[in-house]
């Protein structure tokens, strides 16, 4: 008789395990060298806005960060031409440019809107439209589609793919959620726990994203990164305990990893509202955004659970030439985790 899932030994340990942490230090290293803020890069907003006679209001906002080469700009209907010069503002991280355009007796629906740049600046960008008689339209570019032509009214479908596709590469884009679910994985000795415990974080965090998206819960974001920074480097400290003595690694996350994994879950689902807050939802569509954004999200680290068991496999069956011990990826780990949380904490003061 085959034992219960929950007793099946990953492929991975203890010896691919090892090999497993080894191959994803230099993946630790690369992320680390690359992300230090361990978030992507805020989308940017387009807003236009009829306000009659013709007339269109345009906000432009971006964050003053950016990756070096690059250089996004929007690019309203060219058959709009200005009736002002921009005007520039700093909010906080943000710089905000306003001006007005004239797309005359017809508006804005049927023409064309492009925001150039998107693909080297590696960042999404929220088209928000307000029609003169309050009809509302939201789309989101990204550089595989830096343009639109502006419908009517946008579609549920539209939608659908709008905000799963945002869900799912913020999930990829964060660091810090990625080396919390590898520290899970390593945490988690057989197949049973780890699906039980990687379902209680998703739980956890869709609970608290739907509750932060939808206005029940507004707790500022600088904490919050924070403390999702702690968790990490809590996990981290936890793993490197497995060369102690089993009586010092009896802990609470070890006996009871799901319940825990619930708990940080609550926390990072904060993290994921903010950039959902960064976008904002579609009047009309709110469930449908909100919904396929939880999808993308699940989706997006379901991925990234089955490259790691993948990856287990496949490394149980060769030899390394210059195998790298577990314990270095989980100090690798916990530096970056330790770095995030002092940068975050100073960021606030």
Not at 17 to 34: K, M, S
Not at 57 to 69: N, Q
Not at 78 to 103: F, K, N, Q, T
Request: proline content about 8%; charged content about 15%; glycine content about 10%.
């Amino acid at each position: 008789m085959s034992p219960p899932l929950d007793r099946v030994p990953f492929p991975c340990a203890p010896c691919a395990r090892r090999h497993l942490g080894g191959a994803l230090l230099t993946l630790l290293l690369l992320v680390g060298g690359t992300q230090v803020a361990a978030h992507p890069l805020a989308p940017a907003l387009l807003e236009l806005v009829e306000v009659g006679e013709g007339r269109v209001d345009v906000l432009w906002k971006r964050s003053s960060l950016s990756v070096p080469g690059s250089n996004i700009q929007p690019v309203p209907p060219p058959d709009c031409p200005p009736l002002s010069e921009p005007r520039y503002e700093e909010e906080g991280v943000a710089v905000l440019a306003r001006w007005s355009i004239d797309c005359g007796e017809a508006g804005l629906v049927g023409r064309d809107v492009r925001v150039d740049g998107l693909g080297p600046a590696r960042i999404d960008t929220l088209v928000r439209i307000e029609l003169e008689d309050g009809r509302s339209i939201q789309r989101v570019l990204r550089r595989g589609e830096p343009s639109m032509v502006i419908p009517e009214r946008a579609s549920r479908f539209d939608v659908f793919v709008d905000y799963l596709t945002v869900g799912f590469e913020h999930i990829l884009s964060g660091a810090d959620h990625l080396l919390f679910v590898f520290g899970l994985f390593l945490l988690c000795a057989t197949t049973g726990l780890l699906v039980k415990t990687v379902t209680s974080f998703t739980v956890g965090h869709s609970i608290t994203l739907s509750l932060a998206a939808l206005g029940y819960t507004n707790l500022p974001s600088g904490p919050i990164e924070v403390l999702i920074a702690a968790s990490v480097l809590l996990l981290a400290v936890e793993l490197a305990r497995d060369g102690a003595s089993a009586e010092t690694r009896d802990t609470l996350m070890r006996r009871y990893p799901w319940p825990v994994a619930l708990l940080f879950g609550l926390l990072h689902g904060m993290g994921f509202a903010g950039a959902l807050r960064e976008i904002g939802l579609p009047q009309g569509e709110i469930p449908m955004a909100l919904f396929s954004f939880n999808v993308g999200i699940e989706v997006g680290q379901l991925v990234f659970v089955l490259a790691l068991v993948a990856a287990s496999l496949v490394l149980s069956r060769v030899t390394l030439p210059l195998p790298v011990p577990r314990r270095a990826a989980v100090y690798v780990m916990g530096t970056l985790a330790a770095f995030w949380t002092i940068e975050r904490t100073a960021s606030i003061f």
